[in-house]
Protein backbone atom coordinates (compact mmCIF):
# COMPACT_ATOMS: atom_id res chain seq x y z
CA UNK A 1 0.00 0.00 0.00
CA UNK A 2 1.46 3.20 -0.89
CA UNK A 3 0.57 6.75 0.97
CA UNK A 4 1.30 10.44 -0.04
CA UNK A 5 2.39 12.43 2.52
CA UNK A 6 -0.07 12.23 5.60
CA UNK A 7 -0.75 13.13 9.00
CA UNK A 8 -1.69 10.00 10.43
CA UNK A 9 -2.89 9.02 13.65
CA UNK A 10 -2.19 5.83 14.90
CA UNK A 11 -4.26 4.22 17.87
CA UNK A 12 -4.05 1.33 19.90
CA UNK A 13 -2.13 1.02 23.61
CA UNK A 14 1.06 2.41 21.92
CA UNK A 15 3.50 4.16 24.13
CA UNK A 16 1.64 2.45 27.36
CA UNK A 17 4.18 0.66 29.14
CA UNK A 18 3.59 -2.35 26.54
CA UNK A 19 6.81 -3.85 24.12
CA UNK A 20 4.42 -5.85 21.73
CA UNK A 21 2.26 -2.55 21.20
CA UNK A 22 5.16 -0.35 21.06
CA UNK A 23 7.22 -2.56 18.77
CA UNK A 24 3.99 -2.66 16.70
CA UNK A 25 4.30 1.52 16.62
CA UNK A 26 7.99 1.73 15.24
CA UNK A 27 7.04 -1.11 12.74
CA UNK A 28 3.97 0.98 10.95
CA UNK A 29 6.22 3.98 11.51
CA UNK A 30 8.92 2.92 9.54
CA UNK A 31 6.74 1.24 7.36
CA UNK A 32 4.40 4.30 6.76
CA UNK A 33 8.13 5.89 6.26
CA UNK A 34 9.45 4.40 3.47
CA UNK A 35 6.28 4.88 1.25
CA UNK A 36 5.79 8.19 2.12
CA UNK A 37 8.71 9.91 3.89
CA UNK A 38 7.54 13.48 4.69
CA UNK A 39 4.20 11.42 6.76
CA UNK A 40 4.04 12.47 10.57
CA UNK A 41 3.11 9.97 12.68
CA UNK A 42 0.67 11.07 15.82
CA UNK A 43 -0.14 8.94 19.02
CA UNK A 44 -2.03 10.14 21.87
CA UNK A 45 0.35 9.00 24.82
CA UNK A 46 4.11 8.20 25.29
CA UNK A 47 4.77 7.42 29.19
CA UNK A 48 8.25 6.58 28.58
CA UNK A 49 9.09 9.11 25.70
CA UNK A 50 10.33 6.37 23.57
CA UNK A 51 8.22 6.32 20.78
CA UNK A 52 8.70 10.09 20.52
CA UNK A 53 12.42 9.50 20.81
CA UNK A 54 13.30 6.60 18.74
CA UNK A 55 10.75 7.32 16.04
CA UNK A 56 9.97 10.82 15.94
CA UNK A 57 6.11 10.02 16.38
CA UNK A 58 4.29 13.78 17.74
CA UNK A 59 2.57 12.64 21.06
CA UNK A 60 -0.09 14.61 22.96
CA UNK A 61 0.52 13.06 26.13
CA UNK A 62 3.88 12.32 27.53
CA UNK A 63 5.78 12.75 30.51
CA UNK A 64 6.94 16.29 29.56
CA UNK A 65 3.06 17.27 28.70
CA UNK A 66 1.46 16.57 31.79
CA UNK A 67 -1.46 19.39 32.24
CA UNK A 68 -4.70 17.99 31.08
CA UNK A 69 -6.05 21.21 29.33
CA UNK A 70 -2.31 20.89 27.00
CA UNK A 71 -2.63 17.18 26.58
CA UNK A 72 -5.98 17.70 25.18
CA UNK A 73 -5.04 21.15 22.75
CA UNK A 74 -2.71 19.43 21.52
CA UNK A 75 -4.83 15.82 20.69
CA UNK A 76 -7.18 18.22 18.86
CA UNK A 77 -4.66 20.43 16.96
CA UNK A 78 -3.31 16.48 15.68
CA UNK A 79 -6.57 15.60 14.82
CA UNK A 80 -7.43 18.67 13.08
CA UNK A 81 -4.43 17.74 10.78
CA UNK A 82 -5.11 13.89 10.54
CA UNK A 83 -5.36 12.36 6.96
CA UNK A 84 -5.52 8.80 7.47
CA UNK A 85 -6.17 6.34 10.92
CA UNK A 86 -4.70 3.45 11.54
CA UNK A 87 -5.64 1.47 14.53
CA UNK A 88 -3.84 -1.66 15.87
CA UNK A 89 -1.12 -3.80 18.17
CA UNK A 90 -2.97 -6.64 18.98
CA UNK A 91 -5.77 -6.96 21.32
CA UNK A 92 -7.53 -3.68 21.22
CA UNK A 93 -10.94 -5.30 20.88
CA UNK A 94 -10.95 -7.21 23.49
CA UNK A 95 -13.16 -6.80 26.55
CA UNK A 96 -11.83 -3.21 27.33
CA UNK A 97 -12.70 -2.30 23.54
CA UNK A 98 -15.61 0.08 23.85
CA UNK A 99 -16.92 1.24 20.09
CA UNK A 100 -15.33 4.89 19.39
CA UNK A 101 -17.43 7.68 17.52
CA UNK A 102 -16.35 7.30 13.83
CA UNK A 103 -19.13 9.73 13.07
CA UNK A 104 -16.02 12.45 13.27
CA UNK A 105 -13.57 10.54 11.02
CA UNK A 106 -16.01 9.52 8.46
CA UNK A 107 -17.74 13.22 7.99
CA UNK A 108 -14.00 14.27 6.88
CA UNK A 109 -13.59 11.58 4.67
CA UNK A 110 -11.02 9.76 6.80
CA UNK A 111 -9.73 5.97 5.83
CA UNK A 112 -9.44 4.27 8.76
CA UNK A 113 -8.06 0.72 8.91
CA UNK A 114 -7.32 -1.65 11.52
CA UNK A 115 -3.84 -3.77 11.03
CA UNK A 116 -2.77 -6.73 13.29
CA UNK A 117 -5.39 -6.74 15.17
CA UNK A 118 -7.50 -9.97 17.22
CA UNK A 119 -11.09 -9.32 17.87
CA UNK A 120 -12.50 -11.25 21.58
CA UNK A 121 -13.09 -12.26 24.30
CA UNK A 122 -16.06 -10.41 23.81
CA UNK A 123 -18.43 -9.48 27.10
CA UNK A 124 -21.15 -10.41 25.69
CA UNK A 125 -22.98 -10.39 22.83
CA UNK A 126 -23.52 -6.05 22.54
CA UNK A 127 -20.10 -5.88 22.55
CA UNK A 128 -19.34 -8.47 19.82
CA UNK A 129 -21.63 -6.50 17.91
CA UNK A 130 -19.70 -3.28 18.49
CA UNK A 131 -16.91 -4.82 17.51
CA UNK A 132 -18.10 -6.12 14.17
CA UNK A 133 -20.25 -2.32 13.37
CA UNK A 134 -17.03 -1.11 14.18
CA UNK A 135 -14.58 -3.29 11.87
CA UNK A 136 -17.43 -2.71 9.15
CA UNK A 137 -16.59 0.83 9.00
CA UNK A 138 -12.75 0.25 8.52
CA UNK A 139 -11.60 0.48 5.04
CA UNK A 140 -9.01 -2.52 5.74
CA UNK A 141 -8.89 -5.17 8.52
CA UNK A 142 -5.01 -7.83 9.06
CA UNK A 143 -6.22 -10.05 11.75
CA UNK A 144 -3.05 -11.63 12.87
CA UNK A 145 -4.82 -14.60 13.82
CA UNK A 146 -6.35 -17.28 12.54
CA UNK A 147 -9.31 -17.43 15.33
CA UNK A 148 -9.95 -14.10 14.53
CA UNK A 149 -10.26 -14.52 10.98
CA UNK A 150 -12.15 -16.94 11.22
CA UNK A 151 -14.34 -14.58 13.57
CA UNK A 152 -14.74 -12.56 10.33
CA UNK A 153 -15.67 -14.97 7.93
CA UNK A 154 -18.71 -16.05 10.24
CA UNK A 155 -19.95 -13.00 10.59
CA UNK A 156 -19.10 -12.12 6.80
CA UNK A 157 -17.45 -8.96 7.84
CA UNK A 158 -18.15 -6.43 4.94
CA UNK A 159 -14.78 -4.79 5.06
CA UNK A 160 -11.54 -5.89 2.82
CA UNK A 161 -9.56 -7.89 5.30
CA UNK A 162 -6.89 -10.83 5.41
CA UNK A 163 -5.28 -13.09 7.62
CA UNK A 164 -1.43 -12.03 8.76
CA UNK A 165 0.56 -12.37 11.78
CA UNK A 166 1.78 -10.10 14.86
CA UNK A 167 3.57 -7.76 12.66
CA UNK A 168 5.70 -6.50 16.31
CA UNK A 169 8.00 -9.36 15.08
CA UNK A 170 8.85 -7.19 12.13
CA UNK A 171 10.70 -4.57 14.24
CA UNK A 172 14.35 -3.75 13.32
CA UNK A 173 17.09 -4.08 15.89
CA UNK A 174 20.11 -2.23 16.19
Known amino acids: MNFSP ?3 IL ?3 HGQLNAGDDAFALVIADRIRRS ?3 SRIAIYKDISNRLYRQAGLAVASSPLVTSLCL ?8 LSRATARVLGGGSVFGPHFSEPRTEWWERRGIPSVAIGVSVGPFASERHELGVLRYLEKCDFVSFRDSESAAWA ?3 CLDSE ?5 DLAVLMRTP
Open 11 to 13: EGW
Open 161 to 165: WVESF
Open 153 to 155: ARH
Open 71 to 78: VRLRWRYI
Open 6 to 8: REI
Open 36 to 38: APQ
